[in-house]
C-alpha cells in the first residue's frame, strides 16, 4: 500500500477537503441561489421569453414610488441619527476609562440581539396614549419608526467606530493641539477625517439592516409607513400579486449589492489603516475627566448624550415593556403570564403561546445545527492559506459567496422558498408545506454570522503548525482535530449562541413558511398584536418579555463558553 504524497492518504485529504467545499455549497445552491435566482427569473422572465413589462407596471404605480421614497426617507434618517448619536457613544465606551464601563458596553449590544418584533412591541407600548411618552402624539409616526430603528442599530456604530478609534494613534491630534489648535477644532480636523472609514463603514451597514427591516416597521408602521421589505410581504400575502413581489426583490436586491459594496470598499480603507497603526504602538485609554482641572468638555458633551440615549431610547422601551406586562384589565398581577397557556381572546390563535415558544425553540435548535456545520465547514476551509494563486482566488470567492445571505433579505428568502420550492430541480417534490423549511430558512439566515464569528479565529492560526503536523504524519482530519479544533473551540460558544438567538427572534422568512397549526413566537406576537382586546395586548406584552428573556439568556450563555475574547463579529 502506497503512503507516500500521492498515495491513498493524499487522495484521502482531497476529498475531505472537497467534500468540505461541496457540502455548503450544495445547501447554498439549493437553499439560497435556487430561490433567489428563481425570484430574480420570475421579475424578468415570462411564459418563458424575456418580458420587462412587469417592471413598468410596478414603477408605473405611484404606491410603489411611495413605498420606495419611504424606504430611503427612514433608512437615511436612522442611518443619519445613529450616526450622530454614536459617536459620542464610541468615544466614551472605546476611548475613556471609567468605572461600569464594561457592564454599559455588553447593555448597549442587547437592542441589537432583540428580536426585531419584540422591538416593535417595545416602542409602541411607549409611544401608545397610556405609555410613557404617549402624550407626544408619535405613535404609529415616521418618527416613532426612525426612533426604532435607531435603538436597534445604536450598537453597530458604538461598536464599529469605536472599535477602531480604540486604535488611532492619539498623537496626531495631540500636536494639533500643541500648536494652538482648540480641542473642538482638533476633533473636526485631525481625529474626524481620521474615523472617516469607519464611520462609512458603518452608516453603510445601518442603512443596509435598515432598508431591509421588516418586523419593527411592519408592527410600528403598517401598510401606511411600509418599505420595500414590507411592500414584499404585503404584495405576496394580501394581493397574491408574485410579479410584483418579485420585481420588488430584484430591485432591493440590486440596491442591497450596492450598499455591500460601498461597505466592503469602507471596510478595506479601516483594515489598512489599523495595519498600519497596529505596529506603532498601543493606545490605551484615557482617564474620564468630569471635575478639576482636568475636565474636559467633550468628555461631558459624550456622558451627556450617552446618558439620555441610554436611559431614553435604550432603557425606556425595555423597562416600559416590562412592566405593562404585569398590568392587566382588573389591576397588576400574573394575569398576562398566566394567559400564555390559553390562544387568547376569541381563540386569536391556533395554539398556546407555550406551545409556540416550544416549536420556536425547537426550530431553532435544527437551525443553529445546520448553521453551524455549514459556517463551520466554510470558515475551516476559507481560513487555509494556499500557496498556489488560482486557489487563492478560489478561497476568496467562497469566503463572498457564503457572505451573500446577509446581504439579502430574509423576506426575499422566505419568498423565494415559495416560489422555488414546488418540483424544485424537476423532482416530484413539493417542500413548500414542508416544516424542514422554517429550520433551513433560518439557517441560511444565521449562517454568515457562524462563518464571521469562527473564521478570524481560524485565521490566527499559524500556518506552520498545519505544516508540522503535516510533517509528522497526522492526517488532514487529525490536523483539524488535533490543531484547529482546539482553537476554534474557544469562538463556538458565541457562534451558537448567535445562531441560536438569530433562529428565536427571526421573523421575515418564517412569517411566509409558518403553518397555522405550528406557529413561532414571533409569528403569535404579531397576531396578538394585530387582534384588538386588552387580554390580546397583554399577552402580546408577556409573550414579547419571554422571548426577549430566552434571546438574553442564551446570548449571556454564550458569552460565558466563549474564552477570553475570541471570536467577535
Sequence with gaps: MTTGPTGPRSAGRYLAWTLAVVVPLA??????????????????????????????????????????????????????????????????????????RAALRA???????????????AFRSVLSDSGPLGALGLDGTFVAIVAALVFFNYAVVVRTVGGFWAHLDPRTEQAAR????????????????????????????????CATAFGVVLVLGGTRYGTVETEIWVQTTQFLDLRAAAVLSVVQLVVV???????GLARSQRERALQLGAADRTVHPVRLALRGPQRRAGDLLAVGVTGVVVVGLLALPLATVLVRSFHTPSGWGLGNYVNLGTTGGANTLSVTVWEAALTSLRI?????????????????????RPRAKGARRAVRLLDAVFMLPLGVSAVTVGFGFLVALHRPLGLDLDLRSSPVLIP??????????????????????DTRLHEAAAVLGASPGRVVASVDWPIAARSLGLALG?????????????????RPERPTLPVVIFRLIGRPGADNLGMALAASVLLALMTAAVMALAERLRAGGAGDL
Excluded at 412587469?54 to 450616526?83: E, K, M, N, Y
Excluded at 448597549?108 to 419584540?118: A, E, I, S
Excluded at 482648540?182 to 453603510?204: D, E, N
Excluded at 448567535?498 to 409558518?514: D, K, P, Q
Design 257 to 263: 449589492a450596492g450598499v455591500l459594496a460601498a461597505a
Design 178 to 209: 500643541a500648536l494652538g489648535a482648540p480641542p473642538w477644532r482638533a476633533f473636526l480636523t485631525v481625529t474626524l477625517p481620521a474615523l472617516g472609514p469607519a464611520i462609512a463603514s458603518a452608516a453603510a451597514i445601518v442603512f443596509l439592516f
Design 440 to 461: 433551513i430558512a433560518q439557517a441560511v439566515v444565521a449562517t454568515p454570522l457562524v462563518v464571521r464569528t469562527v473564521l478570524p479565529v481560524l485565521r490566527a492560526i
Design 498 to 514: 448567535l445562531a441560536f438567538a438569530v433562529s428565536l427572534g427571526e421573523f421575515g422568512a418564517t412569517s411566509f413558511l409558518a
Design 364 to 384: 431553532a435548535l435544527d437551525a443553529t445545527v445546520m448553521a453551524v456545520v455549514v459556517g463551520g465547514l466554510v470558515a475551516l476551509v476559507v481560513s487555509r
Design 107 to 121: 447593555f448597549v449590544v442587547v437592542p441589537f440581539v432583540l428580536p426585531t418584533v419584540v422591538v416593535g412591541v
Design 27 to 100: 445547501f447554498l445552491g439549493v437553499f439560497f441561489a435556487l430561490p433567489v435566482g428563481t425570484l430574480v427569473l420570475r421579475g424578468f422572465v415570462h411564459d418563458g421569453t424575456l418580458d420587462l413589462s412587469g417592471f413598468a407596471d410596478v414603477f408605473g404605480r405611484p404606491r410603489t414610488w411611495r413605498i420606495i421614497g419611504l424606504t430611503v426617507g427612514q433608512a437615511t434618517a436612522a442611518t443619519v441619527v445613529a450616526v450622530l448619536l454614536g459617536i459620542p457613544g464610541a468615544y466614551l465606551l472605546h476611548r475613556c476609562d471609567f468605572r461600569g
